[in-house]
């Protein structure tokens, strides 16, 4: 497994942008896909984006396409979330996740290794 590390949440207004990184320590990074996935307050967690192994293919759930871009650098073991126009409705505990998983798993459950969490809150 790989530990995972998220940083970069904060408080933003609706509009604006943040990018949130998550750093893995571990065996190989590179072995996985990894995910975001977020929990708004009183929900259940959602899958947000996905990237594979190689940065090759990538998976967005439909509520962020066009607005949010997931990248990874293998060379420094992180993968990336970059967030634009961003939404009062994006507000949410942000997490990274690792796992042997296609990109188009959506479900949290497959994922092997998670991150803390980072708090992203969006004001209107």
């Known amino acids: 497994q790989v530990q995972l590390v998220e940083s970069g949440g904060g408080l933003v207004q609706a509009g604006g942008s943040l990018r949130l990184s998550c750093a893995a320590s571990g065996r190989s990074f590179g072995d996985y896909a990894m995910g975001w996935f977020r929990r708004p307050p009183g929900k259940e967690r959602e899958f947000v984006a996905a990237?594979?192994?190689?940065?090759?293919?990538?998976n967005y759930a439909d509520s962020v396409k066009g607005r949010f871009t997931i990248s990874r650098d293998n060379a420094r073991n992180t993968v990336y979330l970059e967030m634009n126009s961003l939404k009062p409705e994006d507000t949410a505990v942000y997490y990274c996740?690792?796992?042997?998983?296609?990109?188009?798993?959506?479900?949290?459950?497959?994922?092997?290794?998670w991150g803390q969490g980072t708090q992203v809150t969006v004001s209107s």
């Open positions: 990237i594979s192994w190689n940065g090759g293919r990538l």
């Open positions: 996740a690792a796992g042997r998983v296609a990109v188009t798993t959506t479900s949290w459950s497959r994922y092997e290794s």
